[in-house]
């Protein structure tokens, strides 16, 4: 009896500690951990959602990049820190293929993270340079149909949305043209603009300036509706791929075995500081729809996508090594 009595002590003193945690959290500042270059729609996402949450909270919430090996090097950081909720993880959608595509890749997206909630998605933009003899996607694919490995893709690095995107657009419309990666966005829009290269998939934020300033033209969005930047551009689904939506989704995580409490206290405050007046119209300035989510919806949304990416990583034959 003394035995059951201690364990119910020692369990309750536990749960009290854990809420406790939760209802105190933070008491110290709080490292994000963005691993990707500063500059990029991720890191401009994640310093938006910080200072609102500094702001909420009374804490400094401070942006770490850390690039390096397709995001793997500051995911292992984060991976391996204490589940208190002072090191968090911002991630886009390719965090979830990176395992598949790598093969030295030595964390699991499940067992080594606490899903806290998704932050929302960003469309993606095909874009070409304004000499690419179409007006939209569809008459792209006409030409490169007609012309059969004439035409070529840049793209921001192997692995990324980008090229994912653009290796599904490939396979699922049964076209061939040649996708050249490079060292990130900036350089491969370079290329496409100079007439280098003829077309290009990125993110948003990424593409509209240049397709403003007439240095690009847009062909279609990747998302399930036309946006409205851009109200006359068709989608891909609208363009003869039917069905085909691939938009790049932020998420935020922190280590495996973070409490539960704990884990919806910091999901509740994202929620809070994304649905603020200011986060929403800068935000939106990117073209990021926010959309955060309960850490039990993310989990099933994160297996969802995994076999989603597994199907098209093993149909388009992708490798990163």
Do not use: C
């Not at 068709?234 to 409490?259: I, N, Q």
């Amino acid at each position: 009896m003394r035995s059951i009595l201690r364990a119910l002590v020692a369990t309750s003193f536990g749960l009290a500690a854990t809420l406790a945690l939760g209802q105190s959290y933070p008491n110290k500042p709080v490292r994000i951990v963005v691993p990707y270059p500063a500059g990029g729609t991720v890191d401009a996402v994640t310093r938006v959602v910080a200072q609102r949450l500094s702001e909420n909270l009374g804490q400094q919430f401070i942006v770490d990049n850390r690039p390096g090996a397709s995001g793997t090097l500051g995911s292992k950081l984060v991976a391996t820190s204490a589940p208190d909720g002072y090191t968090l993880l911002v991630q886009a959608s390719t965090f979830v293929a990176t395992p598949m595509l790598m093969s030295a890749t030595t964390y699991d997206i499940e067992k080594d993270f606490t899903a806290i909630t998704q932050l929302g998605s960003v469309p993606m933009l095909v874009t070409a340079h304004p000499s690419v003899p179409a007006k939209d996607l569809k008459e792209f694919m006409a030409a490169i149909r007609k012309e059969p490995g004439k035409y070529t893709f840049g793209t921001s690095a192997v692995g990324s949305a980008s090229h994912l995107a653009e290796e599904a657009i490939k396979h699922d419309g049964k076209l061939q043209f040649e996708i050249i990666p490079y060292k990130g966005t900036a350089p491969a829009l370079t290329e496409v603009m100079g007439g280098h290269i003829n077309a290009m998939v990125d993110a948003l934020p990424s593409t509209l300036p240049h397709v403003k300033s007439g240095k690009l033209k847009p062909l279609a969005v990747t998302s399930a509706k036309r946006i409205a930047a851009l109200p006359n551009v068709p989608t891909v689904a609208e363009s003869g791929l039917t069905g085909f939506e691939m938009v790049s989704w932020y998420g935020l995580w922190g280590p495996a075995r973070m409490p539960a409490e704990l884990t919806q206290r910091i999901r509740n405050e994202v929620a809070k500081a994304l649905a603020s007046e200011k986060a929403v119209k800068v935000l939106g300035e990117y073209g990021f729809s926010a959309t955060t989510s309960q850490p039990a919806d993310f989990t099933a949304y994160i297996r969802q996508e995994k076999a989603r990416f597994s199907t098209l990583i093993r149909e388009a034959n992708i490798k990163l090594d």
